[in-house]
């Protein structure tokens, strides 16, 4: 099983700052590499796929970089509705796993 | 419109048993490839299983920790996703959440989550 490792595990950062969140695979994942927002209450909202692609109506301030084991999102100005949990999640390998999930907070 | 439907969540005892089931409209449900995934509270996401379509061979694949006590199954002619939970563990405690993700005829990746239904696995 291929784990995933997403670091820092909090984030605390103000509104209009740039955040930058890695993810990191234990072994090659080549670009099968998404990443999810989830917001509490809600179900998990996809970001980036594909490791670089936005996903329809995503704000072109989100932006993914990386390819086999390592990898970015990059928020480039925090919008007050960024604030959320971030996952990463590999589709390379069965079984799909997620990093265990990166908080970003109000600083 | 695409639109899952999740139901059948509750309370159940240790070692007891639960159906859940995911309603599917807004597209062919027969010709896609199916998943569950599953959220213990205040915890991170953990894929449960999936079920590919039958003309795919209609297989499934379990991760480890439900494995041999969890069966997911599909009827297409009610457009409905199950997932059958045996011998249940208060570790399988979790919002149940289905999902279809899949390439459409563009290339751009198409992802659905249904709101979710809470297990909860206590005496």
């Known amino acids: 099983e291929i784990v995933l490792t997403q670091s820092p595990a909090t984030l605390s950062l103000s509104p209009g700052e740039r955040a930058t969140l890695s993810c990191r695979a234990s072994q090659s994942v080549s670009s099968y590499l998404a990443w999810y927002q989830q917001k509490p209450g809600q179900a998990p909202r996809l970001l980036i796929y594909?490791?670089?692609n936005r996903a329809t109506g995503i704000p072109a301030r989100f932006s993914g970089s990386g390819s086999g084991t390592d990898f970015t999102l990059t928020i480039s100005s925090l919008e007050p509705e960024d604030f959320a949990v971030y996952y990463c999640l590999q589709r390379s390998n069965w079984p799909n796993t997620f990093g265990q999930g990166t908080k970003l907070e109000i600083k | 419109e695409v639109q899952l439907v999740e139901s059948g969540g509750g309370l159940v005892k240790p070692g007891g048993s639960l159906r859940l089931s995911c309603a599917a409209s807004?597209?062919?449900?027969?010709?896609?490839?199916m998943s569950w995934v599953r959220q213990a509270p205040g915890k991170g996401l953990e894929w449960v299983g999936r079920?590919?379509?039958?003309?795919?061979?209609?297989?499934?694949d379990y991760a480890a920790p439900v494995k041999g006590r969890f069966t997911i199954s599909r009827d297409d002619s009610k457009n409905t996703l199950y997932l059958q939970m045996n011998s249940l563990k208060t570790e399988d405690t979790a919002v149940y959440y289905c999902?279809?993700?899949?390439?459409?005829?563009?290339?751009?990746?198409?992802?659905?989550w249904g709101q979710g239904t809470l297990v909860t696995v206590s005496s």
């Open positions: 079920i590919k379509s039958k003309t795919d061979g209609g297989t499934t």
């Open positions: 594909d490791a670089s």
């Open positions: 807004g597209f062919t449900f027969s010709n896609a490839w």
């Open positions: 999902r279809r993700g899949y390439y459409d005829s563009s290339g751009y990746y198409r992802d659905y």
